[in-house]
């Protein structure tokens, strides 16, 4: 059985940063693609980022390019994702993902952690 439990939300002001923390149980975070989504309210589940240990895969969707990051720690079996300069549009519950083969779209993903509210004031 896959678990994944989010954490490290929070209320954070405009240019801040966090980092979200999804710990893993089930599943090596070095097998598979893992990836963080976000859903603002009424809006649809959006890609944040994927990255798979073999095959040195990663991508990032466009609203967090060049501001987040995302990464595991193996020791752990955890992956992370590093979040700066937030913005009150990234106000969102953000949720972690694993899935056997490479994807970016919720679909393709198997496992869900229960997500992490992020909330950006201005």
């Known amino acids: 059985q896959v678990q994944l439990v989010e954490s490290g939300g929070g209320l954070v002001q405009a240019g801040d940063s966090l980092r979200l923390s999804c710990a893993a149980s089930?599943?090596?975070?070095?097998?598979?693609?893992w990836g963080w989504f976000r859903q603002a309210n009424g809006k649809e589940r959006e890609f944040v980022a994927a990255?798979?240990?073999?095959?040195?895969?990663?991508a990032y969707g466009g609203s967090g390019k060049g501001r987040f990051a995302i990464s595991r720690d193996i020791v752990k079996n955890t992956v992370y994702l590093q979040m700066n300069s937030l913005k009150p549009e990234d106000t969102a519950v953000y949720y972690c993902?694993?899935?056997?083969?490479?994807?970016?779209?919720?679909?393709?993903?198997?496992?869900w952690g229960q997500g992490t509210q992020v909330t950006v004031s201005s």
């Open positions: 993902a694993t899935s056997a083969a490479w994807g970016i779209r919720p679909t393709e993903f198997t496992y």
């Open positions: 089930g599943r090596a975070v070095t097998s598979g693609t």
């Open positions: 990255d798979t240990w073999t095959g040195g895969r990663t």
